[in-house]
C-alpha cells in the first residue's frame, strides 16, 4: 500500500470540504437557496435545493468535518478518533436529512 495514502485521502477530502463550505456560505450570503450539483451531490441529490436552515446545517456539517480532517492531517487527533467522530457526524447528517425532508424544506425544482 502507498505510505501516504490516508494524508492523501484527507487532504482531498479537506479540500472537498472546505469548497462545500465556501459555497454553503456564498448561498447564505446571497439569499439564494443552496442548490447540490454533481460534485457535492452526484446523482441522487443533483438539483435539490436546501431552505436556509438546510444550508446553514450543511455549512456546520461541513465545516465539522474540515475540522475534524485537518485536525488529524496535522496529526493533533489520533485517525482512528477522527474517523470515529466523523461516523457520528455523517449519522446526525443522515438524520437531519431526514428531518429536513419529513418538514419539507428540502424540495428538487
Request: one cysteine or more; proline letters at 4%; aromatic letters at 8%.
Amino acid at each position: 500500500m502507498f505510505p501516504h495514502l490516508p494524508q492523501l485521502i484527507l487532504t482531498g477530502s479537506l479540500l472537498w470540504c472546505a469548497a462545500i463550505c465556501w459555497k454553503a456560505a456564498g448561498a447564505l450570503r446571497s439569499g439564494t437557496p443552496y442548490t447540490f450539483s454533481m460534485w457535492d451531490g452526484g446523482l441522487v441529490f443533483q438539483g435539490k435545493h436546501l431552505s436556509t436552515t438546510g444550508t446553514k446545517a450543511k455549512f456546520g456539517t461541513a465545516a465539522v468535518v474540515a475540522g475534524t480532517r485537518g485536525l488529524a492531517l496535522l496529526g493533533l487527533v489520533p485517525l482512528r478518533t477522527a474517523s470515529l467522530f466523523l461516523c457520528g457526524v455523517i449519522a446526525l447528517m443522515i438524520v437531519l436529512d431526514l428531518v429536513l425532508r419529513s418538514r419539507g424544506e428540502s424540495s428538487r425544482r
